[in-house]
């Protein structure tokens, strides 16, 4: 099994932080990791790669042979995210996609046994559609951000929030709500919501 080297990851981390690249805060990193842990996927399909962080994270609890598809828009982040991963030898494993995470996930066809959701939050609706699609029973959906600063279980929001507010809002309930899913809200970092598709 191939591995990525910690420190690389660490200078990584750190240099993200520096430049205020939006990287997963260590609280839901060591969460999920514990749930992928526990997962053990061999697919990892992530929406929002930014500079390679969390796919190199998550690849070291990936089965033999697994592979991370990873979707990005932007295009500086894209080549970062390239560089990071192939330093650390993991670009047989780790697929970056430059594009708009919804119009290639449209164009998939296969089953994930993890999805990672850390992109537009006004999206998220629609990533959890596909996410429905390209996943099967005992796959798990994780959705990071999804209590915002706090501002989705608040009452009052600035005008230019509220769109992204009220789509999480949608994204919490009908995850709550749909029978195919068993789903929980989980209060660490920006809020990280778990789906476990039944
Ligand atoms: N998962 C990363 C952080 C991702 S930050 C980590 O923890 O290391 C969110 C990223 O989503 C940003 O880099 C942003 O450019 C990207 N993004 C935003 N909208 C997107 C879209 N529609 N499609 C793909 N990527 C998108
Ligand atoms: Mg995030």
Do not use: W
Not at 2 to 31: C, G, T, W, Y
Not at 134 to 142: E, M, P, R, Y
Request: glycine share 6%; proline share 1%; charged share 30%.
């Amino acid at each position: 099994m191939k591995m990525v080297d910690n420190n690389k990851i660490e200078q990584i981390r750190i240099k993200a932080r520096e430049n205020h690249v939006p990287i997963l805060q260590d609280a839901s990193l060591e969460f999920i990791e514990i749930m992928l842990e526990l997962a053990k996927p061999k697919t990892i399909l992530e929406v929002g790669t930014a500079v390679g962080y969390s796919a190199l994270c998550f690849s070291r609890h990936l089965q033999d042979g697994g592979k991370i598809v990873t979707m990005e828009l932007n295009e500086e982040m894209v080549k970062i995210a390239r560089e990071n991963i192939k330093d650390n030898g993991m670009e047989d494993v780790i697929e970056v996609v430059h594009g708009d995470a919804y119009e290639y996930m449209k164009t998939l066809d296969e089953k994930f046994d993890v999805v990672f959701i850390d992109a537009a939050k006004g999206q998220y609706m629609k990533y959890l559609e596909e996410a429905m699609r390209l996943t099967h029973s005992g796959s798990v959906i994780i959705a990071d951000n999804v209590l915002f600063k706090g501002r989705v279980l608040g009452d009052y929001n600035e005008h230019k929030h509220r769109t992204a507010v009220n789509r999480l809002r949608e994204y919490l309930k009908t995850i709550k709500e749909d029978e195919r899913l068993e789903s929980s809200l989980v209060d660490i970092g920006d809020g990280i919501a778990v789906s476990v598709v039944k």
